[in-house]
């Protein structure tokens, strides 16, 4: 089976742009979650999805925005990039979005953002 | 902040066992404990959870103290691709809106 899936691998962006990074669950999942990884941190969690609904948000500015598909697939937007935006942007589905045995969350290979 | 506290790095030597420990001195009784690793910026990769039992399976075995206020992540036979960064997680269910909070987690060399 096909893991998560995102796209695109790499980005370079300047400064004040907007960028949408992709990704695509297990499948079978329900959820999807999006996480922001600064280099020399563990990842810090941005948002999370489950049957198209936002049920979580991390302390994130309202520069940064997502939604999911009927297909469970998601997107995530950031707008007026910065600088301090550059990070590896890591997708992570699981089944539900309970903290249980079914909550395990698998991530995908993440998307390099460099902004210029 | 992370619930979790973890070395910052530790060495084994290849063909070992590799012992991780963690730290979560303030689990609730529902929440889970979940072992995560990350090869040089790649994804992060799901290696094992647990509640209050040890867990084993093809990649590592946890052990989690009676008190479940530590627990130990084993790799029993270190390879040279075992060198990642291990984040020890807890996580509870039914806590709709809350995700998986990393710390730095502990570095882990694994040595010819």
């Known amino acids: 089976d096909a893991g998560v899936t995102q796209s695109p691998t790499h980005l370079i962006k300047t400064r004040g742009q907007h960028v949408t990074l992709r990704c695509s669950p297990i499948?079978?999942?329900?959820?999807v979650s999006w996480y922001q990884q600064v280099l020399g941190q563990g990842p810090q969690f941005i948002f999370q999805y489950y049957e198209k609904e936002e049920r979580g948000r991390g302390n994130f500015p309202d520069r940064f925005s997502a939604r999911q598909f009927p297909n469970y697939s998601s997107e995530l937007n950031v707008n007026a990039l910065l600088l301090g935006d550059s990070a590896l942007y890591l997708c992570?589905?699981?089944?539900?979005?309970?903290?249980?045995?079914?909550?395990?969350?698998?991530f995908g290979p993440g998307t390099r953002l460099t902004v210029l | 902040d992370a619930k979790t506290t973890q070395p910052t790095s530790m060495d084994c030597a290849e063909g070992r066992a590799a012992n991780l420990p963690c730290n979560h001195s303030t689990i609730s009784g529902n929440e889970y404990v979940y072992w995560y690793r990350q090869i040089h910026s790649q994804g992060p990769q799901y290696i094992i959870h647990?509640?209050?039992n040890n867990e084993t399976n093809e990649m590592a075995s946890l052990i989690i103290t009676e008190d479940r206020k530590s627990s130990t992540l084993i790799l029993p036979h270190a390879t040279l691709r075992d060198t990642a960064v291990y984040y020890c997680?807890?996580?509870?269910?039914?806590?709709?809106?809350?995700?998986?909070?990393f710390g730095p987690g502990t570095r882990l060399s694994v040595l010819p």
């Open positions: 499948s079978g999942h329900k959820s």
């Open positions: 992570a589905s699981s089944l539900k979005a309970s903290g249980g045995s079914a909550d395990t969350q698998y």
């Open positions: 997680i807890v996580r509870g269910f039914d806590n709709y809106g809350q995700n998986f909070v």
């Open positions: 647990g509640l209050k």
